[in-house]
T-cell receptor
Framework: GAGVSQSPSNKVTEKGKDVELRCDPI?????LYWYRQSLGQGLEFLIY????????KSGLPSDRFSAERTGGSVSTLTIQRTQQEDSAVYLC??????????FGPGTRLTVL | DQQVKQNSPSLSVQEGRISILNCDYT??????FLWYKKYPAEGPTFLIS?????DKNEDGRFTVFLNKSAKHLSLHIVPSQPGDSAVYFC??????????FGGGTRLMVKP
């Protein structure tokens, strides 16, 4: 069975531009999470979707960050007016039980 | 404040010997703990987990021990193999919500 997929795998953008990162979770997984790993840092929680409930946005670092999950499946993380400190690997995970989370390969974002 | 800490940034072990990776946490509300393995340029791969109602969980060469009174968990890999060389992250969650990760330990298994 297919795992979590993310696109693009790499994204280079200029400071001030908007970017969209996509995540396709494992089929049947109701929970979807976004994390990021900045250079030399650990994994940092960003946002969490569970079924049709309102998302937990407590980890988003600023209002330039937003995410949607359409139809309970695919999710898009949008970063507006990107800054150099947004450069990181953005990781998506999904879960059926809410315990074990399975990660995608990540999107490496570089803001010049 | 770091709620999950891995105090050893790196560990070097001889092939065939035991690798012990440690993790400490501060939030007593955490009820589920996991270990992930990560290779460069890949997402973390789930290894093994343990619920707070248990103190040990074993899966093949991997065993996770949980000491709730000390707020400490460890991952034992026996026997260690060169292919185990990677960065290992411990993580914890409360009520099936987001994971809080430690900073990772780089394991090097020497042939």
């Amino acid at each position: 069975g297919a795992g979590v997929s993310q696109s693009p795998s790499n994204k280079v953008t200029e400071k001030g531009k908007d970017v969209e990162l996509r995540c396709d979770p494992i089929s049947g997984h109701t929970a979807l999470y976004w994390y990021r790993q900045s250079l030399g840092q650990g994994l940092e929680f960003l946002i969490y979707f569970q079924g049709n409930s309102a998302p937990d946005k407590s980890g988003l670092p600023s209002d330039r960050f937003s995410a949607e999950r359409t139809g309970g499946s695919v999710s898009t993380l949008t970063i507006q007016r990107t800054q150099q400190e947004d450069s990181a690997v953005y990781l998506c995970a999904s879960s059926r039980t809410g315990n074990e989370q399975f990660f995608g390969p990540g999107t490496r974002l570089t803001v010049l | 404040d770091q709620q999950v800490k891995q105090n050893s940034p790196s560990l070097s072990v001889q092939e065939g010997r035991i690798s012990i990776l440690n993790c400490d946490y501060t939030n007593s509300m955490f009820d589920y703990f996991l270990w992930y393995k990560k290779y460069p340029a890949e997402g973390p791969t789930f290894l093994i987990s343990i619920s707070s109602i248990k103190d040990k969980n074993e899966d093949g060469r991997f065993t996770v021990f949980l000491n709730k009174s000390a707020k400490h968990l460890s991952l034992h890999i026996v026997p260690s193999q060169p292919g185990d060389s990677a960065v290992y992250f411990c993580a914890a969650s409360e009520g099936g919500n987001m994971l809080t990760f430690g900073g990772g330990t780089r394991l090097m298994v020497k042939p």
